[in-house]
T-cell receptor, first 113, second 114 residues
């Protein structure tokens, strides 16, 4: 069963606009962590943001925020004021209680000038 | 700061050959892990370790062995390479508990098995 689902294979956004990348997850663990990573064409994995399952508030890191809706099991990434350098693959990931990580299949984001 | 260092960056093997992918971190992280990334499939966990002497299987462990004799090193061994193991391999270490976590990745190893 797919633990992390990213339903948007590709997204386009105008420069300076905001964009939301969708992520849903599946776990019955009470404690888990949710992550977003960026992978540019160079191939490195860049940490963007983390949300713990017990965190009451949505996580924010600069232009990145995580819209955490626990009841819906969703952890969408919001990028505000998109920049050309944001063009990359974006992966949602979950760390389950047993320290196992699961990644989604990714969303390719293209920022249009 | 070196962070997580993976070697080699590229490797070509023949079917049946064995090799070890090296991974070292200098951040004193207890947790380390190996992933493979195939086109269209995201990253999948191969093996992980929560400390020296402790290893466990991930989602796709078959064909791979690991050991953790020190906190710093977590090598991944392919005992008899198969074309299905052609992939990009990432090593990662993790900081933090339930309130503030972060996976640090190495730069990856591109492996081709002919």
């Amino acid at each position: 069963a797919q633990k992390i689902t990213q339903t948007q294979p590709g997204m386009f956004v105008q420069e300076k606009e905001a964009v939301t990348l969708d992520c849903t997850y599946d776990t019955s663990d009470p404690s888990y962590g949710l992550f977003w990573y960026k992978q540019p064409s160079s191939g490195e994995m860049i940490f963007l943001i983390y949300q713990g399952s017990y965190d009451q508030q949505n996580a924010t890191e600069g232009r990145y925020s995580l819209n955490f809706q626990k009841a819906r099991k969703s952890a969408n990434l919001v990028i505000s004021a998109s920049q050309l350098g944001d063009s990359a693959m974006y992966f949602c990931a979950m760390r389950r209680a047993g320290n196992q990580f699961y990644f989604g299949t990714g969303t390719s984001l293209t920022v249009i000038p | 700061n070196a962070g997580v260092t993976q070697t080699p960056k590229f490797q070509v093997l023949k079917t049946g050959q064995s090799m070890t992918l090296q991974c070292a971190q200098d951040m004193n992280h207890e947790y380390m892990s190996w992933y493979r990334q195939d086109p269209g499939m995201g990253l999948r966990l191969i093996h992980y370790s929560v400390g020296a002497g402790i290893t466990d299987q991930g989602e796709v462990p078959n064909g791979y062995n690991v050991s953790r004799s020190t906190t710093e090193d977590f090598p991944l061994r392919l005992l008899s390479a198969a074309p299905s193991q052609t992939s990009v391999y990432f090593c990662a270490s993790k900081i933090g508990g339930a309130t503030n976590e972060k996976l640090f990745f190495g730069s990856g190893t591109q492996l081709s098995v002919l």
